[in-house]
């Protein structure tokens, strides 16, 4: 029967090499990456398309002509901005200047709305605008603006009556001075119903009329003449 050795083993160079454990990722790790990498590619992509469209004016509904433009009747989409017609369109950055501008054309529902579609008022409020062309000398000196509220006169035949009352200015245009400093050319636009503009057309052909720059002064007490 053969005996076991008893001689020692001799230790060499190295020790015996230990197995090493190699860590496997599970699926729930895999999963994890899988979204993260995800989430960062859309978020890419999402800020990639809001840098290249534009938001422009769509009608919610129909928006008939003659109606005053309303954010409240249009809904906002994404427009390519390479898009060739875009010039043409009503952006979101436009809607805050037009609010309140005139519809001059009927828009269908779902309709893109065009920038020319909408127009400014001739004045505010639903008036008209008209002109009245005076000298200065009988416009308060000529120092009438924008904003301020006239009082318009007739005289004719020695006798003086007034025509309209707080009226609102539009616009004046002042013209160029002559050889003499005389301005010519020179107007007050103001804002007014449709019984004024007869009432200012009448004593403009029959007459002469007065302007009275009447901003801040109280109404006048007087009934108006015809």
Not at 16 to 36: F, M, Y
Not at 46 to 63: E, F, H, K, R
Request: charged residues 15%.
């Amino acid at each position: 029967m053969a005996m076991a050795s008893t001689k020692p083993r001799e230790a060499g160079p190295f020790p015996p090499a230990s197995r090493t454990r190699r860590w496997r990722p599970s699926l729930a790790h895999i999963l994890i990456a899988v979204a993260a990498v995800l989430a960062f590619v859309l978020n890419l992509v999402a800020l990639q398309d809001n840098a290249s469209t534009t938001l422009v004016a769509v009608a919610d509904g129909p928006i008939a002509a003659g109606t005053a433009f309303s954010e409240e009747e249009i809904r906002l989409v994404p427009v390519p901005t390479d898009f060739a017609g875009l010039d043409s369109l009503l952006t979101k950055s436009q809607l805050p200047a037009v609010e309140g501008w005139i519809v001059d054309r009927p828009i269908g529902a779902g309709g893109v709305i065009e920038s020319s579609v909408v127009v400014e008022p001739g004045a505010p409020s639903g008036l008209r605008s008209m002109s009245i062309p005076i000298n200065p000398e009988h416009a308060a000196g000529g120092a009438i603006r924008a904003g301020d509220r006239v009082d318009v006169i007739s005289v004719s035949d020695e006798d003086a009556t007034f025509v309209a009352t707080d009226v609102g200015v539009i616009s004046v245009a002042s013209g160029d001075s002559d050889a003499f400093g005389a301005a010519s050319d020179y107007f007050v636009v103001v804002g007014v119903d449709a019984s004024q503009a007869l009432v200012l057309a009448k004593a403009m052909a029959s007459g002469s009329v007065e302007l009275l720059r009447s901003t801040g002064a109280p109404p006048v007490g007087t009934d108006l003449g015809s």
